[in-house]
């Protein structure tokens, strides 16, 4: 019985170490899962997922807010960063995020976003264009980000199309900006700019609200802005 005691000193002492070990374990794996959901570099600052509940939208599920997450932390659209917008290669990097992935973030705004046309090597906004932003504009609804999602044509230089695109997002801005008069903009409006080398859309999209509905085809649909308040909660 004397050499029984060591005997259960070491049992014990191995259960604890090995319920430590698992216990550390499961934290680093909770953890990594953290990190991948969020899909950010700095953690702390990454916005929080929360599941969907009755008062949302059908499509804030928590696959719409992992992708709605990383792209709002990446392109600096939490309201915390310096800069506001991203560009193409900001969204690959930063969060991830493939062509796939980046339009099915938007997929499910159909009936609520607007494509807005222009003209080819053009960012400047026509009346059709100005009232399509105004009746988007009014559908808020308690909304906290309008995102803008400019692209540029496929065809001619990349340079050239990435700095089109900025200008279409800009002229949406400006004219909201003018529009409205809102000191709290900056802190709504989520700016992208995509040109022609990420997230091009296909001529599908032509059925969506798209302005100038007589003229869509899959160069067309590429000369566009997005527009569309997101409701969904992170």
């Keep these: 019985m004397a050499k029984s005691g060591p005997i259960v000193?070491?049992?014990?002492?191995?259960?604890?170490?090995?319920?430590?070990?698992?216990?550390?374990?499961?934290?680093?794996?909770?953890?990594?899962?953290?990190?991948?959901?969020?899909?950010?570099?700095?953690?702390k600052s990454a916005?929080?997922?929360?599941?969907?509940?009755?008062?949302?939208?059908?499509?804030?599920?928590?696959?719409?807010?992992?992708?709605l997450a990383r792209v709002i932390h990446a392109c600096g659209l939490g309201g915390t960063e310096g800069r506001r917008g991203c560009q193409p290669a900001d969204v690959k990097?930063?969060?991830?995020?493939?062509?796939?992935?980046?339009?099915?973030?938007?997929?499910?705004?159909?009936?609520?976003?607007?494509?807005?046309?222009?003209?080819?090597g053009q960012d400047t906004l026509d009346?059709?264009?100005?009232?399509?932003?105004?009746e988007r504009w009014a559908e808020r609804k308690g909304a906290r980000y309008f995102f803008v999602v400019a692209r540029?044509?496929?065809?001619?230089?990349?340079?050239?199309?990435?700095?089109?695109?900025?200008?279409?997002a800009n002229s949406v801005m400006f004219y909201l900006a003018d529009q409205y008069k809102d000191p709290d903009l900056d802190k709504k409006v989520g700016?992208?700019?995509?040109g022609k080398e990420f997230a091009q859309l296909?001529?599908?999209?032509?059925?969506?609200?798209?302005?100038?509905?007589?003229?869509?085809?899959?160069?067309?649909?590429?000369?566009s802005a997005f527009v569309s308040w997101v409701d969904c909660r992170l």
């Design 9 to 43: 000193v070491a049992f014990l002492a191995g259960i604890g170490l090995l319920t430590g070990v698992t216990l550390s374990v499961r934290g680093e794996v909770r953890a990594a899962g953290e990190r991948l959901v969020a899909g950010a570099s700095d953690e």
């Design 47 to 67: 916005p929080k997922i929360a599941t969907a509940d009755d008062s949302e939208l059908s499509y804030c599920t928590p696959e719409f807010k992992q992708v």
């Design 93 to 120: 990097t930063l969060a991830s995020i493939s062509d796939e992935e980046f339009n099915k973030l938007f997929t499910p705004l159909r009936e609520r976003a607007a494509v807005i046309l222009f003209n080819d």
């Design 127 to 134: 009346d059709e264009a100005k009232k399509a932003l105004d």
């Design 152 to 168: 540029a044509s496929k065809t001619g230089p990349v340079d050239f199309n990435q700095a089109l695109s900025h200008k279409r």
């Design 191 to 194: 700016l992208l700019w995509l």
């Design 202 to 223: 296909d001529e599908t999209y032509c059925k969506w609200n798209v302005t100038h509905t007589g003229r869509c085809n899959g160069e067309d649909i590429n000369r």
